[in-house]
C-alpha cells in the first residue's frame, strides 16, 4: 500500500506557473500508475494527468494539455506536476493517488489525501 501527501499549491496570476509534488511512502511505489486529480468548489473530482510505474507512458486530461507536465522519480517515491499557463480555472484542490493502471478515474479510489490548494487569481 502507498501513502501519499500532496504539497506545492498557492496563490499564483493567471500565465504563471506552479510545481506539485507528491511524497509516496511504501516500497511498491515504483509497481503503481501515480495519476493527479482535481476538484473544484462545487464540482466533482476529475482526472488531470497520468504517468505509467516506469514513467515511459503518459495521459492528460484535454483541458490541461500542453500546460501541464506529470513526471516522477521512483528513487525518490515522487510524482510532480509541472503546471504552465495556468487559467482561472485551473483553480481546485488537486489530488494524487496510485492504481496499477494509467486509465485511473476518480470513482476508482476509496482514499484521498488532504490535497493541495491551488488558487488562479486573472
Known amino acids: 500500500q502507498v501513502q501519499l501527501v500532496e504539497s506545492g499549491g498557492g496563490l499564483v496570476q493567471a500565465g504563471g506557473s506552479l510545481m506539485l509534488s507528491c511524497a509516496a511512502s511504501?516500497?511498491?511505489?515504483?509497481?503503481?500508475?501515480m495519476g493527479w486529480f482535481r476538484q473544484a468548489p462545487g464540482k466533482e473530482r476529475e482526472f488531470v494527468a497520468a504517468?505509467?510505474?516506469?514513467?515511459?507512458?503518459?495521459l492528460y486530461a484535454d483541458s490541461v494539455k500542453g500546460r501541464f507536465t506529470i513526471s516522477r522519480d521512483n528513487a525518490k517515491n515522487m510524482v510532480y506536476l509541472q503546471m504552465n499557463s495556468l487559467k482561472p480555472e485551473d483553480t481546485a484542490v488537486y489530488y494524487c493517488?496510485?492504481?496499477?493502471?494509467?486509465?485511473?478515474?476518480?470513482?476508482?479510489?476509496?482514499?484521498w489525501g488532504q490535497g493541495t490548494q491551488v488558487t488562479v487569481s486573472s
Open positions: 493517488n496510485a492504481d496499477v493502471k494509467v486509465t485511473m478515474r476518480p470513482g476508482d479510489f476509496g482514499s
Open positions: 511504501g516500497r511498491a511505489f515504483s509497481n503503481y500508475a
Open positions: 504517468i505509467s510505474w516506469s514513467g515511459g507512458g503518459t
